[in-house]
């Protein structure tokens, strides 16, 4: 079989290794392959594998803080190592934790700058509450709203720092009572402009790419996806502000302004009630779209950490997702409980990396 590697077409993770994450001690796995598919029973360590490649990648685990530590208990440290190729070439990657704190490397340098975007590999998780992302807090919306943005337009990370830095600064104001209309209000809404002008911009690419991959799908019919700035169309944030003054300054803190954006997915103007499996799909194609938009601003490839996909989904629409996800040609990694059959498709014509695993122990 031809290597993906050495034919330079993957750019992804090429290996990896783990000790003492979780229930996996140690670890050590060759990730020559374009879908990589770990199979085994609950608590056998599949997502402990995803996870890996996510702290890795973010510094981070995706579990809460519920999931305790990620050190593998009575072991004093954890450490991953793997080699991504990409753009720049085969570089080494390094995650290491112990009780003093987190270390990450790039290319044996330490790695301290927070700025993901210059990070080799980008991954994207489809994790166990993927829905939380319909369902869930308005603010967990804004954030991945805010990293899609981030990801193709870097000065935004810092144009929304300041931005909170204002909005504190503001409440603060307004707190205080001590409120005349002035500087703070001045700098709010100049930071507070920008930061949906690059919202919307996102939004607008991202829903056309989001459009282009409903039709597939009979659940998604009529549906569209809409952003709300966070006040009200018709005026401007000025005097929206203006509008809202009296109760801001009873309250104690900003009502209005990118702070309360959201976007929902709706069907003749309202929001659309979808079942856990179609909330699972869907969560799978905004994904999918802003992944498109990423690239065509020539954001390198993702890896994507497909935990459980087949969970909730009914097998055709699980067979169409994943065919979008084929063709964006990043790297899958996939865990599966079901020992049902894979589809030709899913093991990528033969070239898949299969594992199965048990206790913590990987087998090809
Ligand atoms: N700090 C820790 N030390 C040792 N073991 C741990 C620690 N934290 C979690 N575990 C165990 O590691 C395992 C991790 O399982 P993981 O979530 O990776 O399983 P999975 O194969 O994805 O299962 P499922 O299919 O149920 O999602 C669990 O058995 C859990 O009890």
């Not at 770990?38 to 360590?45: D, E, R, T, V």
């Not at 790695?111 to 998780?125: C, G």
Request: charge should be neutral; include cysteine; charged fraction near 25%.
């Amino acid at each position: 079989m031809e290597s993906a590697i050495e034919d330079g077409k993957l750019q992804g993770l090429v290996s990896l290794r783990i000790e003492n994450l979780r229930n996996i001690q140690r670890m050590q796995i060759d990730l020559d392959a374009p879908v990589v598919i770990l199979s085994g029973g609950n608590g056998a360590g599949k997502t402990t594998v995803l996870e890996a490649i996510y702290l890795l990648a973010r510094g981070r685990s995706f579990r809460g803080r519920k999931a305790g530590p990620i050190t593998t208990n009575g072991e004093c440290c954890t450490s991953i190592k793997g080699f991504c190729t990409g753009q720049r070439g085969k570089l080494s990657l390094g995650f290491y934790r112990d009780r003093t704190g987190t270390q990450r490397s790039l290319d044996s340098a330490p790695w301290e700058n927070q700025d993901a975007t210059h990070f080799p590999i980008s991954v994207k998780l489809i994790g166990e509450n993927a829905q939380s992302l319909l369902d869930g807090d308005p603010a967990l919306r804004r954030t991945y709203l805010d990293w899609n943005v981030f990801h193709v337009e870097h000065r935004f990370g810092r144009l929304r720092k300041n931005f909170h830095r204002t909005l504190s600064q503001r409440n603060a104001v307004l707190r205080s009572k001590d409120w005349a209309d002035g500087i703070w209000s001045r700098s709010f809404v100049e930071l507070a402009e920008e930061v949906n002008r690059y919202r919307e911009q996102f939004f607008t690419d991202w829903r056309v790419q989001f459009l282009q991959l409903c039709p597939t799908f009979d659940f998604l019919a009529d549906c569209d996806i809409r952003f709300r700035r966070g006040w009200s169309d018709r005026d401007s944030l000025g005097d929206a502000l203006t509008q809202v003054r009296a109760a801001e300054v009873s309250c104690g803190y900003t009502l209005i302004g990118p702070s309360r954006a959201d976007f929902t997915v709706e069907r003749d103007g309202k929001a659309a009630c979808f079942s856990r499996g179609q909330a699972k799909a869907l969560v799978c194609l905004l994904q999918l779209a802003a992944d498109r938009v990423h690239a065509e601003h020539g954001v390198g490839a993702s890896v994507w950490l497909l935990d459980d996909l087949e969970a909730e989904l009914d097998q055709d629409t699980c067979s169409k997702i994943w065919s979008i996800f084929a063709a964006t040609e990043a790297q899958r990694f996939v865990t599966r409980v079901s020992t049902r059959p894979m589809a030709d498709e899913w093991t990528a014509g033969g070239k898949a990396c299969l594992f199965h695993v048990e206790h913590g122990v990987l087998t090809p």
